[in-house]
Structure formats: structure tokens, C-alpha cells
């Protein structure tokens, strides 16, 4: 199946990214395709699904409480296909 790296650049309001975190982080970790998640240095994220279409993995997204509530202000997502490195291996 494709993978796709997907990155979030969040809103600077801390209070609700705060509130809404845990709805969030309980959202994406029922995600069998998320293979993995975390926040950048940034004040963003990077997530990298498997998922049958781009389409389909931003139809996913939109589902997500950050997203929802408005508090991702730019979402990119691109086809991602890793050639080289340790966790290549692990990705099938």
C-alpha cells in the first residue's frame, strides 16, 4: 500500500491544542494505518500513513479533533517512498 508523510502546522493557541490533545492523540493511535506520529520542533507534527490514495488519508484527517477544531492552520501531504534506511525494513 502507498505511504504518504503528511505534516500539520498548528495554531498558536496553546489552551486549545492543550484541551484537545488527548482526544487527538486517542484518534490517531486507533488509526491501523498510522505507522508513525509525533510532534516537530516547530509547532507542527509529522505523520506517515499508509493509506490507498491521498484523497483517502486526508478524508482520514479531516476526522481528527486538531483538524476539526481548527487548530491545524496547514496541512501538506505527499507520496512518500522510502528507499533507504533502518526503519525500511520494518515498513514491508
Do not use: C, K
Not at 486517542?26 to 500513513?49: E, H, K, M, Y
Not at 501531504?77 to 534506511?85: M, S
Amino acid at each position: 500500500m502507498p505511504i504518504f508523510a503528511v505534516t500539520y502546522a498548528y495554531t498558536s493557541d496553546t489552551d486549545s491544542l492543550d484541551r484537545v490533545r488527548p482526544e487527538h492523540r486517542r484518534f490517531l493511535a486507533d488509526q491501523p494505518d498510522l505507522l508513525l506520529s509525533g510532534p516537530t520542533d516547530d509547532n507542527g507534527a509529522l505523520l506517515v500513513f499508509e493509506g490507498a490514495s491521498r484523497e483517502a488519508v486526508e478524508g482520514l484527517l479531516d476526522q481528527d479533533p486538531f483538524y476539526a477544531a481548527g487548530l491545524v492552520v496547514e496541512r501538506s501531504t505527499a507520496a512518500w517512498n522510502p528507499v533507504l534506511g533502518s526503519l525500511r525494513d520494518h515498513l514491508g
